[in-house]
């Protein structure tokens, strides 16, 4: 379509009132509609190729290059290998953690504290209200998984406590 075409066209959009317009052709799709926004979409059309019946067939394209693997980096340790037989403690519910009663109060546990079963190690809040988690075995607390005030997901790890 040249652009003398297109100008017509779009004349003809101003003069009779219409609102939008879509032309198809087979290398193309044209709509225009009223308020600024033109679209165009190109439809490539595959194209037989010619060749000769007596053309040997191309010679298969060379194989790339072999690339070189680089060396595979440590991985950072896992849970376990952090502290071996360790319980994780996760969360019960979807919410934000904090590890304190009050922005004041000094957190409920801390990395090296020794818990009871049953002892309060942070709160989740979950729509206004502010859950308890306790702790499920004694033990010594190895690891916080979680910062203070940030969003949890059900089943995410909180807590690694070694069992005494």
């Known amino acids: ?3 003398k075409e297109l100008k017509q066209i779009l004349q003809a959009l101003v003069e009779y009132g219409v609102n939008e317009l879509t032309l198809e052709t087979p290398d193309y799709k044209l709509t225009v509609r ?5 679209q165009v979409v190109a439809v490539p059309q595959p194209a037989p190729l010619p060749q000769p019946l007596s053309a040997a067939p191309p010679p298969p394209a060379p194989a790339p290059a072999p690339v070189p693997l680089e060396a595979p980096q440590a991985a950072p340790p896992a849970k376990e290998e952090e502290c ?6 996760r969360a ?5 953690f904090y590890r304190a009663p009050a922005p004041d109060a000094p957190p409920y546990v801390k990395e090296g504290d020794r818990v ?5 190690l942070c709160i989740i809040e979950a729509m206004k ?8 075995v004694s033990g010594i607390v190895k690891k916080i998984l979680v910062q203070n005030g ?4 059900y089943g995410q790890p909180l807590f690694l406590i070694q069992p005494v």
């Open 92 to 96: 019960p519910i979807v919410g934000t």
């Open 1 to 3: 379509m040249t652009a």
């Open 34 to 38: 009223r308020g600024g926004e033109v």
């Open 150 to 153: 940030e969003p949890v997901e």
């Open 129 to 136: 209200l502010m859950n308890e988690i306790e702790s499920e």
């Open 84 to 89: 071996a037989g360790c319980v994780e403690v």
């Open 116 to 120: 009871e079963k049953g002892q309060v």
